[in-house]
């Protein structure tokens, strides 16, 4: 029988306006292209996190929104326990400022406690940046892969000592225009691509499914996912700001 994989989708109604639900639905489908069972939980604030979830995604959201999700997933406690037994948390714009140490939000200079799994700190920037964004990641087996992916965000992140970056940029902001994209710390993973940044880069799916699964998960040829890629790359160079 094929081993159930379950994906948790965090509050969809405070943390699901940039259509990063996406990401949830490429994680279960290449998990059934791979021979797994995947479950989608979708769980909104009021009730508890599940215990059982080998990916946690987090999404993008609004100032206000981001807020209250902050303070239903302290008063949680869950991504702390989901980490703690090595599950992934891939966390996406809001969702990676959440997951950081604190974050600011609009003119508001009072920092946000954060749920600090990983060490970013997050302030507003000079401008907002929004476009495409074209990084390079390290990939899997440190073979150097194109990430694609639109970003959106008025918070620059920067990284403390223990994160380490998730990607150089190529074209767009990042963090905070310092070249680095994303944070990485064990298992938790933020960025700042929309895309969803998973559908249009699924080599880095494959690789939150292989952490989460403790396994290198085999290529899965797929020729429109190819092509997808390379007009998305032509695109992101054609817009570069
Ligand atoms: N509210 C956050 C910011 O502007 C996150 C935006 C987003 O999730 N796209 O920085």
């Known amino acids: ?27 279960a489908k290449r998990l059934a292209w791979h021979g797994y069972d ?39 406690g869950g991504l702390h326990r989901a980490v703690d037994r090595g599950a992934v948390v891939f966390a996406v714009c809001a969702g990676y400022q959440i997951v950081g140490r604190s974050f600011t939000v609009g003119d508001n200079e009072e920092a946000i406690e954060g749920l600090g799994l990983l060490d970013v700190t997050t302030t507003r920037g000079p401008v907002r940046a929004v476009g495409e964004i074209l990084t390079r990641w390290e990939g899997h087996d440190g073979d150097e892969q194109w990430i694609t992916g639109f970003e959106n965000h008025g918070g620059y ?18 963090n905070c225009n310092d070249g680095t994209e994303g944070a990485v710390a064990g298992t938790v993973i933020g960025t700042y691509p929309h895309g969803p940044v998973l559908a249009r880069n699924p080599a880095l799916a ?36």
């Not at 992140?157 to 990042?174: F, K, N």
């Open 38 to 76: 995947p479950v989608l939980t979708v769980v909104e604030p009021g009730d508890p996190l599940p215990d059982t979830g080998s990916v946690y995604l987090l999404g993008g959201g609004e100032d206000s929104a981001q807020i209250s999700a902050v303070r239903a997933l302290q008063a949680d």
């Open 1 to 27: 029988m094929a081993e159930r994989v379950e994906i948790v989708l965090v509050y969809q109604s405070l943390l699901g306006i940039y259509g990063d639900r996406g990401n949830a639905t490429v994680l």
């Open 206 to 241: 494959d690789h939150v499914l292989g952490l989460a699964l403790d396994t290198t998960l085999p290529p899965l040829p797929r020729p429109e996912l190819d092509e997808l890629r390379r007009q998305r790359l032509v695109a992101v160079r054609r817009s570069a700001r």
């Open 157 to 174: 992140t920067r990284l403390g000592p223990s994160a380490r970056p998730l990607a150089r940029v190529e074209i767009g902001v990042g």
